[in-house]
């Protein structure tokens, strides 16, 4: 797959036009690349991670003659898929295809009137709700016991 075929992925997936799926792939690769050169790691959960690989000053041969060479120190950078990824390369079946076209955060600002994050907050807290089929409502923060904080991550677990 290449640039062109994931832009036209991104945009069947998302509802976004091609154009908005192109300048949200340029955002996500300026945003690795940004991370990593400052040399901060950047993990995607269930994706993976990209880190700075610093390769020190060495000395190398020339294959042609086979004399000697100074090779420069430089950067590399590394990734290291994470769990979900390594499990969908190794299922049998195909990994499962993103479920829901959610609009843009820009569009939800306007029709809403509020800041961009909080138009973000409130899609994905829809998105969620209308997944589990609870109301898309935000209640008031709740005050979590051990007991409740354990059936989270077990139904998180299960929603992966």
């Known amino acids: ?36 050169r400052a040399g901060n790691p950047v993990r995607i959960t269930g994706f993976g ?22 090779v420069k120190a430089s950067k590399g950078i590394g990734f290291t898929p ?18 829901a076209k959610v609009a843009p ?10 800041p961009a994050k909080a138009a973000a907050a409130a899609v994905v ?5 209308k997944k589990k089929g609870a109301p898309a409502t935000k209640s008031a923060p709740v005050k979590k016991t051990v007991a409740t904080k354990t059936v989270a991550k077990k139904v998180a677990a299960r929603t992966r």
């Open 49 to 70: 991670s990209f880190k700075l690989r610093q390769r020190a000053a060495r000395r190398g041969r020339n294959p042609q003659t086979g004399a000697p060479v100074k």
């Open 82 to 99: 994470g769990v979900r990824l390594k499990a969908d390369l190794n299922s049998r079946t195909a990994p499962a295809k993103p479920s």
């Open 125 to 129: 807290v829809k998105a969620a709700a």
């Open 105 to 114: 955060a820009k569009k939800a600002t306007a029709a809403a009137g509020r």
């Open 1 to 36: 797959m290449n640039r062109s075929e994931l832009i036209e992925a991104i945009s069947g997936h998302t509802g976004l036009t091609t154009k908005e799926s192109e300048a949200a792939l340029a955002a996500v690769v300026y945003e690795i690349t940004a991370g990593v």
